[in-house]
């Protein structure tokens, strides 16, 4: 069974997690157990979001954790790990277990500042793509792309992009057609009434 842990810590963006999260979920329910996905704390229990949802997280990421895929979200909390040598060494050591290291939003920052994007393509919200370079001087920071792929790195520009990102990597992990189906039961269609 291919594991997939989505990582939360307080002030997380909510649908940064959210997002993929239905994707691998919709993913493990049609797969009939091919993929499994669990939250796990970056902290305590219950991890408060950046608008203030609570989500109730009974497993703790530890240094000893071992996932196929590891997905980190951004958000303001995002900023606070940046700072905490102690996550950064944790997330240092999963990501060498895992197959797939994933991120969306700003939480590619803290992937930088671990020094996981040295020399690497990658990406993030807009608003943070400048502080990315600054992070990972030698990182081919990639502006106007949903997600972006390079080597076992996954990194996707902000919020939504998630959801794109999950349903590629769905693709790669089974299939791109069993991904099809997981886009089309989630009725993710986009064609956002103010887009161009």
Not at 78 to 85: F, G, H, P, V
Not at 96 to 119: D, E, P
Not at 140 to 161: E, K, L
Request: with cysteine.
């Amino acid at each position: 069974m291919f594991s997939i842990a989505i990582i939360l810590f307080d002030d997380f963006e909510e649908l940064d997690a959210i997002g993929p999260w239905e994707v691998f979920r919709m993913a493990e329910e049609a797969s009939a157990g091919k993929i499994s996905c669990e939250m796990v704390s970056l902290g305590g229990e219950t991890v408060t979001a950046k608008k203030g949802m609570q989500v109730h997280v009974p497993k703790k990421l530890t240094s000893d954790s071992a996932y196929d895929l590891i997905l980190l979200p951004g958000g303001e909390g995002s900023r606070a790990l940046i700072a905490d040598e102690g996550i950064l060494d944790m997330l240092r050591k999963v990501a060498a277990r895992a197959t797939w290291v994933t991120s969306v939003c700003s939480g590619s920052l803290v992937y930088a500042k671990a020094g996981m994007l040295t020399g690497r393509k990658c990406t993030s919200h807009h608003g943070c793509l400048d502080l990315l370079a600054q992070l990972s001087p030698t990182s081919d920071v990639i502006q106007n792309s949903r997600f972006v792929q390079d080597g076992n790195i996954v990194t996707s520009a902000g919020v939504s992009a998630g959801i794109d990102m999950a349903l590629w990597l769905v693709g790669q992990v089974i299939t791109p057609d069993f991904a099809r189906e997981v886009q089309h039961n989630i009725e993710y269609y986009t064609a956002p009434p103010y887009g161009d």
